[in-house]
C-alpha cells in the first residue's frame, strides 16, 4: 500500500507501466467539482467517482482485489479506511467475483487511516482494504489499473 499526497505522485510512476499516466488524468482533473462518473481512461485504466453515504467502522465492506490495483483519491475534507494484509485475513463472506474482481472478508482491518482531500492510497491485490468510512456522504475517485 502506498498513502501520499497527489503533488508527490512522480515518485511513483516507475511502481508499474500505467502510474505516470494514471496519476497525470488524476492531476489534469478539477478534482473540487469533478462529477460523479465513469471513464475509460486507456487499455487497462479506467476510473470512476462516486458520492455515497459513509460507513461505519463496523459497516464497511472489507474487500481486496486479485487482477486490479485501486488509486483511491479523496474528494471528500476527510475519509477513513480500513486496512490489513491479505495474509492476515482467513474468513472471506463469499466467493470470489471474478466479472468485478472483487472478494469481501468477515474479518475486521487490523489499522485505520486518513486522507484528506488530495490525498490518495494505492491498494494492490496485497492490501485488504475497507473504503468509504466517514460521516454523511463520502466523495471518492478510484482509478483502477489493471494488473
Known amino acids: 500500500m502506498i498513502i501520499d499526497s497527489l503533488q508527490n ?9 500505467l502510474f505516470k499516466q494514471a496519476f497525470e488524468w488524476i492531476k489534469s482533473q ?12 486507456a487499455e487497462g485504466l479506467k476510473a470512476g467517482t462516486s458520492d455515497k453515504e459513509a460507513y461505519t467502522t463496523e459497516t464497511a465492506k472489507f474487500e481486496c482485489h486479485n ?7 479523496a474528494l471528500s475534507p476527510r475519509e477513513t479506511f480500513g486496512y490489513s494484509e491479505r495474509s492476515t485475513v482467513s474468513d472471506p463472506a463469499g466467493e470470489y467475483n471474478s466479472e468485478k474482481d472483487v472478494i469481501f472478508w468477515k474479518d475486521k482491518p487490523g489499522t485505520y487511516f486518513d486522507l484528506q482531500f ?30
Open 30 to 41: 478539477d478534482l473540487s467539482s469533478l462529477e460523479v462518473g465513469k471513464w475509460e481512461i
Open 118 to 147: 488530495g490525498q490518495f492510497a494505492v491498494f494492490f491485490p496485497e492490501d485488504v482494504h475497507a473504503p468509504q468510512i466517514g460521516e454523511g456522504n463520502v466523495k471518492k475517485l478510484v482509478v483502477k489499473i489493471k494488473i
Open 67 to 73: 487482477n486490479w490495483m485501486d488509486i483511491q483519491v
Open 9 to 17: 505522485a512522480e515518485k511513483y510512476y516507475g511502481v508499474h507501466p
